[in-house]
């Protein structure tokens, strides 16, 4: 079963507008970690942001802010203030347990996202 | 501080071949994961090393295997390539305990 769904494949927004791109997830553990990377043309994963199953807050990182509904299964990030470099692909992943010995993180299929001038 | 570093980039193999990939952490990181993205299947985990000791392994054949030194540098290796092999490997690093995972900048692996 798929564990993290990205069910948009490509986004555009307008330089300085926000976006939301969505992911959900799936697991029975109460105890889990989520994560955003971001992957430009040239291939290496960013690490952008993360969030704790137990953390009471939403997660924010600059421009970066994660919209976490747990009930919901869902780890939206939100990227204010869109700049052409933020142009990518970006993956959400989740890795259960969050700590211990085990840190395979499960990705996406990832949302292609495009910033137009 | 330093990146994770891979090498090399780019590699072209022919079919049968095998081939060695090397990942040197981020100074102080103690683990090192490895992926295979592909377009068709994603991102998909393949094995995570601490302490020169493998921790945990994903669904892939034997054909893949790899291992850590003492300097937590990794190595990974496919033996008897095959086509479906092309691929983006990539190598993280993270402090034991911490949730930050450090990607380098891959090694594109081509097949033919």
């Known amino acids: 079963a798929q564990k993290i769904t990205q069910t948009q494949p490509g986004m555009f927004v307008q330089e300085k507008e926000a976006v939301t791109l969505d992911c959900t997830y799936d697991?029975?553990?109460?105890?889990?970690?989520l994560f955003w990377y971001k992957q430009p043309s040239s291939g290496e994963m960013i690490f952008l942001i993360y969030q704790g199953s137990y953390d009471e807050q939403n997660a924010t990182e600059g421009r970066y802010s994660l919209n976490f509904q747990k009930a919901r299964k869902s780890a939206n990030l939100v990227i204010s203030a869109s700049q052409l470099g933020d142009s990518a692909m970006y993956f959400c992943a989740m890795r259960e347990p969050p700590g211990g010995s085990a840190r395979q993180l499960t990705f996406g299929s990832g949302t292609q996202l495009t910033v137009l001038p | 501080k330093a990146g994770v570093t891979q090498t090399p980039r780019y590699l072209i193999k022919t079919r049968g071949q095998q081939v060695t990939l090397s990942c040197s952490p981020i100074?102080?990181?103690?683990?090192v994961s490895w992926y295979q993205q592909t377009p068709g299947q994603g991102l998909q985990f393949l094995f995570e090393?601490?302490?020169?000791?493998?921790?945990n392994k994903g669904n892939f054949p034997g054909r893949f295997s790899g291992r850590q030194f003492s300097n937590s540098r990794s190595e990974m290796n496919v033996s008897t390539l095959e086509l479906g092999d092309s691929a983006l490997y990539l190598c993280a690093s993270s402090l034991w305990g911490v949730n930050e995972q450090f990607f380098g900048p891959g090694t594109r692996l081509t097949v033919l």
């Open positions: 100074s102080g990181h103690r683990s």
């Open positions: 090393y601490f302490s020169e000791t493998q921790r």
């Open positions: 697991t029975s553990d109460q105890s889990y970690g």
